[in-house]
């Protein structure tokens, strides 16, 4: 085969080439459909992309926030504190003691360092729901009880997001996992909504009720399989008023300004069954 032969054998494959690409990007253009709406919403209502990050991994995502640590990139001298020689949240209580018989805790409390109404109510349901929770373990339990809480906090464009979570086990109750979550805007000094946050970032209260709704509806779904194998789950109710955006009150931003909506079903139940969405 001489050169004058591969030359035009050369000539034709690159043309044909040519070709097929022009025919493949007309097709594109004119036959070949966009995604509708902001793709952002479309994949929050749609549950998010489940083949990238699972209900498991935002779930794990969340229990690793809590590292008993205030963290914050932003300047907070102007907040007036009620100890100005601490952060504005810090450790208050810690304990970690075991007593043969009666019990084993390892407990962080933590105390929000500001002044004013809200703090203090923040303050004071934590004292009601965790720290005499531990008193009485430590003073009255009459069964062998185990008992850890540790919490996180942050802040995100003035916005202060507090965590405590609490494990607890009483003799042969199933465990409970209980989550209290509080939301503060350093700024004006009240307290923040989820639609507060949801309004910051320009996204629909429809959306997000979409996604809490397929959320749950797979968890109960994955629950009554579990349950018909002859497990024991925690079942839940996709109609309950609880998942309604207008009753969530059990939520915060995360470190990159991230908003969890946790469902701590230990908080009204014996149960360690959780569900968190983020958003």
Do not use: H, W
Not at 5 to 11: D, E, G, K, L
Not at 268 to 276: A, G, H, K, R, Y
């Amino acid at each position: 085969m001489n050169s004058k032969t591969i030359r035009y054998i050369m000539y034709t494959v690159i043309i044909i080439i040519c070709l097929i690409s022009i025919v493949i990007a007309v097709y594109a253009q004119f036959f070949m459909e966009e995604p509708s709406g902001n793709s952002y919403e479309n994949d929050i209502s749609a549950g998010g992309n489940q083949n990238l990050v699972t209900s498991q991994d935002v779930k794990q995502s969340f229990l690793d926030l809590f590292t008993n640590e205030f963290y914050s990139n932003q300047y907070t001298e102007q907040v007036s504190k009620l100890d100005d020689t601490k952060d504005i949240v810090y450790t208050a209580y810690s304990n970690i003691q075991t007593v043969d018989g009666k019990y084993s805790i390892d407990v962080n409390i933590p105390v929000i360092n500001i002044k004013g109404d809200v703090p203090a109510e923040y303050n004071n349901i934590s004292q009601s729901v965790f720290a005499d929770k531990i008193n009485a373990i430590m003073t009255n339990s009459t069964v062998y009880t185990v008992y850890n809480l540790d919490y996180t906090s942050y802040i995100n464009n003035d916005i202060l997001s507090v965590g405590i979570m609490a494990t607890i086990k009483e003799g042969d109750n199933p465990q409970r996992i209980i989550v209290q979550t509080y939301n503060y805007n350093l700024k004006t000094g009240k307290g923040v909504t989820i639609q507060d946050i949801l309004v910051s970032r320009g996204i629909e209260e429809n959306v997000v009720n979409k996604k809490i709704e397929n959320t749950i509806k797979k968890a109960s779904e994955d629950a009554n399989k579990m349950a018909e194998s002859g497990y024991t789950v925690y079942q839940r109710d996709p109609n309950d008023e609880m998942y309604k955006l207008e009753n969530i009150n059990t939520f915060m931003k995360g470190p990159n300004g991230e908003l969890y909506i946790i469902f701590a079903y230990g908080n009204n139940n014996f149960t360690s069954e959780m569900d968190v969405i983020e958003i």
